[in-house]
Antibody
Framework: QVQLQQSGPGLVKPSQTLSLTCAIS??????????WNWIRQSPSRGLEWLGR?????????DYAVSVKSRITINPDTSKNQFSLQLNSVTPEDTAVYYC?????????????WGQGTLVTVSS | QSVLTQPPSVSGAPGRRVTISCTGS?????????VHWYQHLPGTAPKLLIY???NRPSGVPDRFSGSKSGTSASLAITGLQAEDEADYYC???????????FGGGTKLTVL
């Protein structure tokens, strides 16, 4: 059974960097048919896919247009986890952040999801 | 402002049937991309309910069913139970945005 365990601070100051980690058990971050995603949910924006990292003989990343200039998702094969960094945050980035796996096509479903991390951007 | 449109709320009495619609466009559902559905209870991780328009993962009761036609999809829940009270979200892929998109969510109230 695949499980995703998130960690990271729940409070970030405006203009600073939001950093979260998602530890994987029961699967491998470098699995050739999986992609590892970050999604957030806020009252104003609903559920919003942020981006993904995946391995297909080499590492690739895809990012949502809305955050493309500020986001980095990195795999860590030594710890079997992946991370999210979102730079220059504003209160608009306040949301519950989830990590999630997709197997197969990029058009497929997210399963499982991490437990979610509420990140508040405030001074 | 969500790419996929869902009704904000639906309700039904125990034992009854409800449906939740998910309307997209020619760049997502209408382009042939599959629709997936999630059940979300506050404070928990979203749970996959239906994948590939109409398929149920192991463990999901057959009271839940999904369908897709044109630029829309629907989730039907029969034999409503109190435990079904939750938020439900649809998800698809959008070729214009080059990424996954979600509906705004529908709150189901069991009367």
């Amino acid at each position: 059974q695949v499980q995703l365990q998130q960690s990271g601070p729940g409070l970030v100051k405006p203009s600073q960097t939001l950093s979260l980690t998602c530890a994987i058990s029961g699967d491998t971050v470098s699995r050739n048919s999986a992609a590892w995603n970050w999604i957030r949910q806020s009252p104003s924006r609903g559920l919003e896919w942020l981006g993904r990292t995946y391995y297909r003989s080499k590492w690739y990343n895809d990012y949502a247009v809305s955050v493309k200039s500020r986001i980095t998702i990195n795999p860590d094969t030594s710890k079997n986890q992946f991370s999210l960094q979102l730079n220059s945050v504003t209160p608009e980035d306040t949301a519950v952040y989830y990590c999630a796996r997709v197997v197969g096509s990029a058009y497929n479903w997210f399963d499982p999801w991490g437990q979610g991390t509420l990140v508040t951007v405030s001074s | 402002q969500s790419v996929l449109t869902q009704p904000p709320s639906v309700s039904g009495a125990p034992g009854r049937r409800v449906t939740i619609s998910c309307t997209g466009s020619s760049s997502n559902i209408g382009a042939g991309y599959d629709v997936h559905w999630y059940q979300h209870l506050p404070g928990t991780a979203p749970k996959l309910l239906i994948y590939g328009n109409s398929n149920r993962p192991s463990g999901v009761p057959d009271r839940f069913s999904g369908s897709k036609s044109g630029t829309s999809a629907s989730l039907a829940i029969t034999g409503l139970q109190a435990e079904d009270e939750a938020d439900y979200y649809c998800q698809s892929y959008d070729i214009s945005l080059s990424g996954s998109v979600f509906g705004g969510g529908t709150k189901l109230t069991v009367l």
